[in-house]
């Protein structure tokens, strides 16, 4: 039995020397770094320092490399113009979307409209979430050290102790509570702000100078401003507002938490454990994906699927007749199908980052936290004397919740990366779009597509601008007719009208009739020459199909006066009903619209015909110098017509109507025909002259029609 004892008795020395070799190392190393713990500690201090310096200066190398690439970018399209680069510079925006310097820039432009001052309550409700972040920090901290004295008095076996420290963590809890209610609250509350600030600041430009026109007729850089309008703005504030929260308050522990860690385990460690972590989050930071460019990505491809439904909602009824419900729907797919693509890869793209993004949060970071706890336990730091079993429970426990604390707090920070990223796709679509509306606003378009044709003459002639001045009569002097997408119509047209004189405007479609209005109007602005008009509340514009607000009966009338406007005018509901009666529409305030306030969708309420008169109501209402009236009556009757024109004319209303109707001939002194091909002829309308001519021309058309049937005939009479 000897021999065989002999042999574990063999191992269990060796095991026992390895131990006492191992411990002994750990002595050493421990005495080694003891005696140069000072030098090691600067060490890591001065490593960290440079390192976060190294960081700082590669991120604005990177920024002024991407500068340079995008100016060479520009640099190398020969021939491209301002009008012609707008989409592509939109381009390069996009794909440089992420944390740089055209983001600080554009958020700090926002920051600006959303806090535009020191004693906004924006900036009070920020001192306040500020305040309870950091009371929210505190009392962590409090928890930390209770959990460790209750685990102590556990430890101990000491009952009043721990019912006393229960009854302390109970009291403890109604200020957390509170705290933590109050965060929300503040969040949410910053977060409705900002959108109130941002929206007011858009609608303010948006509905201002036509902009709601110009930026979609002669600006295509914004394709669906309603969706950033609606929803980017939303998700803009709801990100800001989470992000300070997501930032400030792990600040706020880190600097508290490492506080209370340096006092209880040592500067040096803690450091050590800051150096780890940072290494850690810059190996995270080059793997994290270019969310921010994804995130404005999904944002153009979501507001592009709401147009497709939208455009189909606006034109149901001639899809319809087209029977164009299939080609619709495969429409419909194929953006639903883009969007939900590019969603389903970056749901792939942030599960494989989630996955390394938990490693090192959870794992790796609490790993290093239970190496750091345990220090007091097994190593008596210099200084301070050693402790008894309960008090190095103590110890731990505190440490680890403080420690469980600040991990959440680094992975918030470094999770919060990600949000600033996407952050900064939001920042971008918002920003864009007040860039896009200031230019607009100013006058200044950008079209991505013009016509093919001439495309570098049309280019140059949509930069060029012409006179406008205000003044009593209309006059046009060379004014160029030109389509947003560099169409000349009409190379120079020039006429003038006095008040007084009647306008008929006639000519094929496409010929510039409505652009002439536009211009006139002050839609379209003036490429050149010289335009005289009055200011445009003396213009009053009827459309073929009339907008009908949503609103009530009178606001159709009114529209876009309100109720109190219309009061200071000093028009009652009776002579809204005296108009009305002149229009035949009277009989619809008693038995359709309840007196003027019964509020429908009168677009579907009403025929087109009456949805005309009404529209000649407004007209009536508002007594304006000049009305242009283009083919607004081609639903109403001769008589209702006529009606029309003779109650415009009593009212001293100059007309400018578009019109084939011949009927209407007679109400005008006055012709403007373009014939198309870039001509026209202005001339004074003799309209019974003109009717004897018009019809002695279809005679003769009638008869040039017959000729050819009349040379057959003749030809076979000829081999009777």
């Not at 026992?16 to 070799?21: D, K, L, S």
């Not at 983001?103 to 959303?114: A, E, H, Y």
């Not at 721990?162 to 509170?178: C, D, E, G, K």
């Not at 731990?396 to 990366?417: E, H, K, P, W």
Request: glycine share 6%; hydrophobic share 40%.
């Amino acid at each position: 039995m000897a021999p065989n004892q002999s042999k574990p008795v063999g191992l269990g020395t060796s095991a026992a020397v390895r131990a006492r070799t191992i411990r002994a190392i750990i002595s050493q190393l421990t005495a080694m770094y003891l005696r140069n713990r000072a030098g090691i500690t600067r060490a890591i201090t001065i490593t960290m320092v440079v390192g976060l310096a190294n960081q700082i200066r590669r991120f604005i190398a990177r920024q002024r490399a991407a500068s340079a690439r995008a100016d060479a970018a520009r640099a190398k399209r020969p021939g491209t113009t301002s009008a012609a680069r707008g989409g592509e510079s939109d381009g390069i925006k996009e794909e440089r979307i992420g944390l740089n310097r055209e983001f600080i820039r554009s958020l700090m432009k926002l920051l600006r409209i959303i806090m535009p001052g020191w004693r906004t309550k924006e900036v009070w409700l920020l001192i306040c979430h500020t305040f309870f972040l950091i009371a929210r920090t505190m009392i962590s901290l409090q928890v930390a050290a209770l959990d460790g004295a209750i685990v102590k008095a556990m430890v101990k076996g000491n009952g009043r102790e721990f019912l006393m420290r229960l009854v302390h963590w109970m009291l403890l809890s109604i200020p957390a509570t509170y705290t933590n209610s109050r965060l929300v609250w503040h969040q949410s509350a910053l977060a409705m702000r900002y959108r109130t600030r941002l929206t007011e600041h858009i609608h303010d430009r948006y509905l201002s100078n036509l902009t709601f026109y110009t930026i979609s007729a002669l600006d295509d850089r914004i394709r669906n401003p309603e969706q950033l309008i609606a929803t980017d703005v939303a998700k803009f504030s709801d990100n800001l507002a989470d992000l300070y929260s997501n930032l400030a308050k792990p600040i706020f522990d880190l600097t508290i938490y490492t506080w209370s860690l340096t006092r209880s385990v040592g500067g040096d460690g803690v450091l050590f454990m800051a150096f780890l972590v940072q290494v850690s989050a810059a190996v995270l930071q080059a793997l994290t994906p270019p969310f921010g460019k994804f995130v404005a990505a999904e944002q153009r491809l979501e507001g592009e699927f709401r147009a497709q439904h939208s455009r189909l909602i606006d034109h149901c009824e001639e899809v319809a007749l087209y029977a164009g419900h299939e080609a619709e729907k495969d429409t419909l797919d194929k953006g639903y199908f883009t969007l939900i693509k590019h969603v389903n890869y970056l749901l792939r793209r942030r599960f494989y980052y989630g996955i390394v993004e938990d490693f090192i949060f959870k794992y790796f970071w609490g790993a290093l936290g239970l190496l750091l706890c345990s220090i007091p336990s097994f190593f008596t730091l210099p200084g301070r004397a050693a402790l008894s079993m309960s008090d190095r429970t103590e110890s731990f426990v505190t440490n680890r919740r403080i420690l469980q604390s600040g991990s959440d707090a680094i992975t918030r920070i470094m999770s919060s990366y990600k949000q600033v990223v996407e952050l900064a796709g939001f920042t971008s679509r918002v920003s864009s779009l007040l860039d896009v509306l200031e230019e607009v606003n100013a006058g200044y378009f950008k079209k991505k597509h013009i016509s093919g044709s001439g495309t570098g003459d049309h280019t140059a002639v949509l930069g060029r601008r012409g006179v406008a001045i205000e003044s009593e009569d209309i006059q046009f002097i060379d004014v160029p007719i030109i389509s947003p997408n560099g169409d000349v119509l009409v190379p120079a047209l020039s006429f003038s009208l006095k008040q007084g004189e009647h306008l008929l405007v006639v000519g094929p479609n496409g010929c510039g009739k409505s652009s002439m209005f536009r211009i006139l109007g002050g839609l379209w602005p003036v490429y050149g020459g010289t335009v005289r008009k009055p200011p445009a509340r003396d213009i009053f514009y009827i459309p073929q199909r009339p907008y009908l607000s949503k609103g009530n009966f009178r606001q159709q009338i009114i529209y876009p006066d309100s109720q109190q406007a219309m009061q200071q005018k000093h028009v009652t509901d009776a002579d809204l009903l005296s108009i009305l009666r002149i229009l035949e529409l009277d009989d619809l305030v008693d038995s359709y619209a309840d007196r003027f306030d019964e509020v429908r969708e009168w677009r579907d309420a009403l025929s087109a015909g009456v949805q005309q008169r009404i529209a000649m109501a407004r007209l009536f209402y508002h007594r304006p110098r000049y009305a242009i009236l283009d083919e607004c009556t081609s639903s109403v009757p001769l008589d209702m017509e006529k009606v029309m024109y003779d109650r415009a004319k009593a009212l001293g209303i100059t007309l400018m109507t578009v019109s084939h109707r011949r009927s209407l001939w007679k109400y005008h002194t006055h012709i403007l025909q373009f014939d198309g091909q870039g001509k026209y002829v202005f001339t004074r309308l003799d309209a019974d002259r003109r009717l004897k001519l018009e019809e002695e021309k279809e005679e003769l058309e009638a008869m040039l029609r017959s000729v050819p049937e009349i040379e057959r005939r003749m030809q076979e009479l000829s081999f009777e």
